[in-house]
DNA sequence: CGGTATCCGTTCTGATACTG
DNA sequence: CAGTATCAGAACGGATACCG
């Protein structure tokens, strides 16, 4: 999704501006937007997944390398900086040998936790209903095909 | 996000096989995995910009193109056709000249819709907090770096 | 109007190698 | 262990041109 190198905070408010008629306005794409630059890091794959393991524990990188299964630590670290540095995670050093770095959820974290859950829900009450209308459609384009 | 050409059904189920002592293993990376896959898609930011702006009421391609500011052609095209294939959204050809193509929710993406709502609320009422961490964050590093 | 097809630069991501 | 650095391939996404 979005790119990471921006530092730009111009409108850090409610990307109010030119007014449209209707309530997702607030978070649509102008530039500058923070709503939506946001939600791109929160709506993320690796963010969704490292936030709902960290719920209510604390984990070490290793860890949540091992359970958050197929992400490189390439990615890890990415998804855990970012995270740090919207305050969602925070980041404990301990200065032994071998180094060991734990990962918690902030407050702010914690209460994200929540809704993600609810979108996971959701996904996990309604896949079966998608997976069906998938294969419908996939269906009907294959019959479309075949009148070539 | 996920690549669309995939249309291995191989585990259409709860993607339970190694098994882990979380509650969080039902969605996790493995291959064929329909949570997370549906996730991605669901997740998408065009996606969640489309299915917002559906709600309650049925737009034309052109409308929708309009209020989603930034999206191109191509995307909103692209969009549309992964939501329809997934059951969320209805396509309705009228056949007359010139074209009129509308879109709905369909009731599964009715209640999709209250999902993504909250996670934008969410973003919403902690924009502040997010930018404020990031400007410690970043503050902090730009102490690091000038130290060298 | 509502697309589709194509080209092409940008971003993302995994693999690999190396380090304190 | 927990990274960082680098590189290459894949995916994303915009611009453009063309069509029913």
Do not use: N
Request: overall charge negative; glycine content about 4%.
């Amino acid at each position: 999704m979005g790119g990471m190198e921006e530092r730009t905070l111009k409108s850090p408010s409610h990307c109010t501006g030119t007014e449209q008629d209707y309530d997702v306005r607030q978070w649509d794409t102008r530039e500058g937007c923070e709503v939506r630059q946001i939600l791109d890091r929160v709506a993320d794959k690796w963010s969704l997944l490292a936030i709902a393991h960290l719920e209510r524990q604390t984990l070490r990188f290793s860890e949540l390398r091992r359970r958050i299964e197929g992400i490189s630590q390439r990615m890890l670290t990415v998804t855990l900086r970012q995270l740090e540095r919207d305050g969602l995670v925070t980041r404990t050093v301990h200065p032994v040998v071998p180094p060991r770095v734990e990962y918690t959820l902030t407050p702010l974290g914690a209460t994200l936790h929540a809704t993600i859950q609810a979108l996971v829900d959701w996904t996990e009450d309604h896949q079966e209903e998608i997976a069906a209308a998938r294969a419908s459609y996939d269906s009907r384009q294959d019959d479309l095909a075949a009148l070539s």
